[in-house]
């Protein structure tokens, strides 16, 4: 199985850190927030990944190679020009055309998450699945009783009936006839396959998961992978 990692973004709200470094390659808890996700698809048995880079691409490749000082075996995708990640999938499709399936993550992410429950999920009736996580809340909440008695103060809780794109997926080649030229699959691909009722959501509960977009989510990650050491 192969495992398809998007890292060819600017990683704009983390300037002036992206200025020479690609998000993926920004240090969280020690290593790069790529190797974390090197190591997690290999925990899983996944050891061959196809990464699709564009900014700063050389960094990228001079970092990791071909794989083997992490144990795995990687192959690059090169974006000229920004494609969106919905185009740097489809960017990809010659070298997974021929899989039975293959797995995708943002190049952004680090988490613990089991990515083979994706592929379970995955019957002849569906061309992919999406993991899905709680969404917590970027505030504190306030529980208030009777008579407007205020009882409880809870620091960013998680909301149980709200889920969150956690953008690892599972799809079957067939999702290369949805995905664009250019543009974003969460915004073409993704919306018409739910229309057409064929992507499925995997729930994952009490997992390690956080999305590194701006400094403050830089600074959680680093505290949050320092207390739980999530691969």
């Given at each position: ?212 977009d701006t400094y403050k989510d830089l600074e959680e990650a680093e505290r949050l992978v320092k207390k739980f050491n999530p691969i």
């Amino acid at each position: 199985m192969k495992a398809v990692i998007l890292a060819g973004g600017f990683g704009k709200r983390l300037r002036p850190i992206t200025e020479n470094t690609p998000k993926p390659l920004v240090n969280v808890g020690g290593k790069p927030i790529i190797v974390w996700q090197l190591q997690l698809f290999k925990k899983y048995g996944i050891d061959e990944f196809i990464i699709c880079v564009g900014y700063l691409r050389e960094k990228i490749i001079n970092t990791l190679g071909n794989g083997s000082r992490y144990g795995v075996k990687i192959a690059y995708v090169v974006e000229d020009e920004p494609l969106g990640t919905g185009g740097a999938i489809k960017n990809a499709e010659p070298l997974l055309k021929n899989e039975e399936g293959f797995f995708v993550i943002n190049g952004d992410i680090v988490t613990n998450l089991n990515p083979l429950r994706l592929k379970e999920k995955v019957s002849d009736n569906f061309i992919g699945a999406i993991a899905v996580t709680m969404l917590r809340s970027p505030y504190g909440i306030v529980t208030i009783g009777e008579n407007e008695v205020i009882k409880d103060f809870i620091e960013k809780p998680t909301l149980p009936n709200y889920w969150i794109n956690a953008g690892v997926y599972y799809f079957k080649p067939e999702v290369f006839r949805y995905l664009p030229e250019k543009g974003d699959i969460e915004k073409t691909a993704l919306p018409l396959l739910a229309k057409e009722g064929r992507l499925v959501a995997v729930r994952y509960n009490d997992i390690f998961w956080k999305s590194i977009d701006t400094y403050k989510d830089l600074e959680e990650a680093e505290r949050l992978v320092k207390k739980f050491n999530p691969i």
